[in-house]
């Protein structure tokens, strides 16, 4: 581990090896990655750089940075999976050499290969960058800000002005990656420092209005050229759609306040176990002390902000992940150098945790090899339908299971401290790389790829195409709607209305009878819980 992770010339090298091979070859999964992609695309498409459109109308829930990267990769590539997902790619490049260089700056070299490692050995924030979705930079531009304010925030006396122009630009920037959203993580994190320190000021009106101007000069390039363009239409949209992220369940997503912290827990392992004790070891230097708490504070920022908010996907406390790795690196840089054990209860709940995720991942391949004996007994129709996809399991996907089982067990029965914390990160890497190869391609072909086939077999054909009674942005992407085409009416219009040229429509299983007394309307074929419908225009007389 010491020679893969021994500069940021190897970091990125290694990097590059495990985030960028394979990324291409399974479809975009709806929704976020599908809707992403189809707006770089229809930039593309275009020749509107400028603005954020869905079949070709302004799209109000995000700017535009993360797709001008799309663009970027599209270009060079050509409009597919590959080249949506590669800017990710590439931040997960950049944030090992940032996570690395911070390290050894604050610490050694020791703790900050630990800490790589880490991030590299958890299983979300590996998969992570192999997604084509927008938190990957919009995280690494607020961790960069906090960094920055951080400096400030120790009184060095050199270069206070550059690390506020710097902390201004990455708010910027994440600003335009996702928006005013930005603003309130750090606000938030600024007060909570402020309060901790009974409100003694860390910066002075100079590096204050440095850091404002630079953050508003970044924002302006996009919103504040919009707003003078075409008034205050994205910005009311925009905010009307965030404050219904905050109050209400967006799209299905409600779930109840602790979802984020069993997110955290299992998704993040095995790091959330190292945390744990992490949040309570001491550091060394003052300096230390104060990046410590800097990161604590962003922690619980995030968690408790995304827990209020009533819709909750798992992506939402990813910002957790910079501080929640830290402190796991720095328990277990601890527990090297001062040779202690790791307390009882986040031991007990690695065995338990890391010996149940092993298992279901050996099971899952053998279990769906004999579905035929259990999938009837599946209530949802949909999901059935699902399960019954023609996708071939081997003995041998279970493989990733098997080495994180390895890790595990190498973790509890050798005595080094250094060798055993090695494998069981280390397998927990290899076990995220095979389950990306092996198993997420087969998640796929079950989930949607019928539906994604379906509207890929439409490519240059002139119709309209469309979902009913679910969505998805399947149609637009798979598709390759030009701009030229006509707008998609709403579905009632492509129903029950005058078309000028053929429909297709996808639906699920479980709305088929009401589509089938649609007159007009002719049933195509039914494939793994998706049903798939034609509907002619009518033949003039």
């Known amino acids: 581990m010491k020679f893969l992770l021994k500069n940021e010339l190897t970091i990125a090298f290694v990097a590059a090896l495990l985030f960028i091979p394979f990324i291409g070859v399974v479809h975009l999964f709806d929704w976020d990655e599908i809707n992403f992609a189809e707006s770089a695309r229809e930039m593309i498409a275009s020749g509107d750089y400028f603005s954020v459109q869905i079949d070709y109308e302004r799209f109000y829930e995000k700017p535009p940075l993360f797709f001008w990267l799309q663009v970027l990769s599209m270009k060079i590539f050509g409009v597919n999976e590959f080249a949506a997902r590669f800017p990710n790619a590439i931040c997960g490049m950049v944030t090992l050499i940032v996570l690395f260089r911070i390290g050894k700056k604050l610490f050694n070299e020791h703790l900050a290969r630990i800490w790589v490692m880490v991030y590299l050995g958890t299983f979300f924030t590996f998969l992570y960058f192999k997604t084509g979705i927008i938190d990957p930079w919009f995280n690494l531009f607020l961790f960069l800000s906090i960094y920055n304010l951080y400096v400030l925030s120790i009184k060095e006396e050199s270069k206070r002005s550059l690390h506020s122009f710097y902390a201004g630009l990455f708010i910027g920037l994440a600003v335009l990656t996702k928006g005013p959203v930005a603003i309130i993580i750090i606000g938030l994190c600024f007060l909570v420092y402020l309060i901790s320190t009974r409100f003694r000021p860390f910066i002075n009106w100079k590096e204050g209005l440095i850091i404002i101007f630079t953050a508003a000069c970044i924002g302006f390039l996009w919103f504040g050229v919009d707003l003078v363009q075409n008034g205050t239409g994205f910005i009311n949209n925009f905010i009307q759609y965030h404050?219904?992220?905050?109050?209400?369940?967006?799209?299905?997503?409600?779930?109840?306040?602790?979802?984020?912290?069993?997110?955290?827990?299992?998704?993040?392992f095995p790091a959330s176990l190292f945390f744990m004790q992490g949040m309570f070891t001491k550091a060394q230097m003052p300096a230390q002390s104060t990046y410590k708490k800097w990161m604590m504070i962003l922690f619980w920022v995030t968690l408790l902000l995304f827990s209020i908010v009533k819709t909750k996907i798992v992506h939402y406390s990813s910002l957790c992940w910079f501080p929640l790795t830290f402190l796991a690196a720095l328990c277990l840089y601890e527990l090297r150098t001062k040779n202690f054990k790791l307390h009882r209860f986040p031991t007990v709940l690695l065995a338990i945790i890391g010996f149940l995720i092993s298992l279901v991942m050996i099971a899952i391949p053998f279990i769906m090899r004999n579905k035929d004996k259990w999938v009837h007994k599946i209530d949802d129709v949909f999901a059935r339908g699902n399960l019954n996809a023609n996708v071939q399991w081997h003995w041998y996907d279970s493989m990733g299971g098997f080495i994180l089982l390895s890790g595990i067990l190498i973790y509890f029965f050798t005595k080094?401290?250094?060798?055993?914390?090695?494998?069981?990160?280390?397998?927990?890497?290899?076990?995220?790389?095979?389950?990306?190869?092996?198993?997420?391609?087969?998640?796929?072909?079950?989930?949607?790829?019928?539906?994604i086939e379906f509207f890929e077999n439409l490519k240059g054909v002139d119709c309209y195409t469309a979902t009913a009674h679910y969505r998805s942005y399947a149609p637009f992407f798979y598709s390759q709607k030009m701009p030229h085409q006509s707008k998609t009416p709403h579905l009632d219009s492509l129903l029950y209305g005058n078309i000028d040229k053929p429909a297709f429509i996808s639906t699920k299983i479980q709305n088929k009878a009401e589509m089938d007394?649609?007159?007009?309307?002719?049933?195509?074929?039914?494939?793994?819980?998706?049903?798939?419908?034609?509907?002619?225009?009518?033949?003039?007389?």
């Open 517 to 541: 007394t649609i007159p007009g309307l002719e049933l195509m074929y039914e494939k793994n819980g998706f049903v798939f419908y034609k509907r002619s225009p009518a033949i003039k007389k």
């Open 243 to 268: 404050v219904r992220l905050l109050t209400t369940s967006e799209a299905g997503h409600g779930q109840p306040f602790f979802y984020h912290w069993w997110v955290l827990l299992l998704g993040c």
């Open 416 to 451: 080094k401290q250094e060798m055993r914390t090695a494998a069981l990160f280390i397998s927990v890497t290899a076990c995220s790389m095979i389950t990306s190869i092996l198993l997420v391609p087969k998640i796929e072909a079950i989930s949607q790829r019928a539906n």
